[in-house]
Structure formats: C-alpha cells, structure tokens
C-alpha cells in the first residue's frame, strides 16, 4: 500500500514513520509511506502558504495554489483515495481503518492554522477527524490514520489475528492481559488464567470485556449488540 502525505512540518513524522511496526513494515516493503513539503510548491516568491482570511477573523488560512499543486504532483493522475485530517471530518472509527486498508493508494492532506481555503475541497475525497478536540496541526492526526489503517494490511502485525482481537475490534474494549510472574508486589493473575480450561478463558475474557466497556465506555455496548459479526 502506498501513503503520501502533504505537509508543512514533514521532520514531524520522522520518528513515528521510521520506527517498530511502521519501520519495519517498510523495510519488509508493505508499505510505501512518502511525506512531502507542501511549502516546495508555493509559486510565491517567499514560499508563502498561508494567507489573512477573507472576510476577517483571527488567524491564518492555508492557500489553495501550494496544494493543488503539491496534490497534482504527488498524485500524478494516478487513482487514489484523497483524505483531509481535520476536528470538521467525520470520527475515525475501526470500521473506517478496515475499509481504508483495502485501498491500494492513500493521500493524507494536514490542514493547519485556522484552515484551509474551502476550495481544497475539489481535490479531497473525504474529511477525517481523529477525536472531538482541536490540535495545533493535522500532522499527528495523519500519524494516527496511518498507523490504525496499517494494522490491518495484511502482514503489517507479526500474525493476521491481533488486529482482530483486541479492543474495539469486536465492538467491545479488551480483555486484562497478564504475563509472568504469577504474583508480583501480592499482585496475583487471577486463578483462571493460570489453571483453567481453552473454554473458561474465552467465558472470563468475555464476561470481563463486557464489564470494562459497561465501566468505561457504556455506548459501545449497544452498538455491540446491533452488530452480526460481534455477535457471532
Ligand atoms: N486537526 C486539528 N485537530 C484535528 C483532529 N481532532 N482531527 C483531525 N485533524 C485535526
């Protein structure tokens, strides 16, 4: 899967591309994750990509000529599913990440300042918003998209199971994980886990699923139970 992303900080996502999963899925040649400068195609002499808001208003909007251009030379006339990271788009979800996965191209566009010229929007598939809250930037947003979509390309995770099993994959938050040793600090894993049957575990883990996203996320258990899959 190829993913290229337009923006005016590209040494933000350095670290975050470069290492663990994402690192190494590039390495293994799963991924083809380019970052580009929008700044390189400002026509202006001053490499100007942001400019005063018609109409007024406090802050700066984000010109539309450096990224029409920039998409354009990036995209190259090639199909690709266009995506802007901003708080206006529609929540990312698993079942978004899932069908973004399938994609064989993605192009991530980070909005910054207080925007982008409204006009961008001819050159924008679908607007993406990674939570309720503002950020300086669509920068981490898109490190965000990239790395939940990517868990879902097969390959990516060390075994194709993973991404299936842990929270929200099934509708429901995970399970407690334990590991060795059995006590630590009077801490005991509890007695199931150490001894019980294949058939118990799976009761234990899904009772406490169940009880940790009544506990912490209640609105989940009710889309849980609309959802065929998860049922079964
Ligand atoms: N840019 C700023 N805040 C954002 C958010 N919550 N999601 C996506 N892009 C953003």
């Known amino acids: 899967m190829r993913i290229d992303v337009l923006s005016l900080f590209p040494e933000m996502f350095d670290g975050v591309f470069g290492a663990s999963m994402l690192g190494r899925a590039q390495t293994n040649g799963l991924l083809d994750i380019r970052v580009h400068n929008i700044r390189d195609y400002a026509d202006n002499k001053h490499r100007k990509t942001d400019d005063y808001p018609f109409g007024g208003g406090a802050g700066m909007v984000m010109m539309a000529q450096p990224i029409f251009d920039c998409m354009e030379a990036v995209q190259g006339g090639e199909p690709a599913r266009r995506i802007l990271l901003t708080p206006r788009g529609k929540l990312l979800s698993t079942e978004r990440a899932r069908a973004l996965a399938k994609e064989e191209r993605l192009i991530l566009l980070c909005g910054h300042y207080e925007g982008v010229d409204e006009r961008v929007n001819a050159i924008i598939d679908e607007e993406i918003s990674i939570g309720d809250y503002v950020l300086t930037g669509g920068e981490l947003p898109a490190m965000v998209l990239v790395d939940c979509v990517s868990r879902f390309v097969p390959g990516v995770l060390g ?15 995970e399970y407690p994980q334990y590991t060795r040793p059995a006590d630590f600090r009077g801490m005991a894993v509890p007695e199931i886990l150490q001894n019980g049957h294949h058939a118990n575990i799976q009761k234990w883990r899904q009772e406490q699923s169940r009880l940790k996203t009544k506990q912490m996320r209640p609105i989940l258990l009710g889309r849980f139970g609309k959802s065929e899959e998860s049922e079964k």
């Open 159 to 173: 075994s194709e199971q993973s991404a299936e099993d842990e929270s929200h994959s099934n509708g429901l938050l």
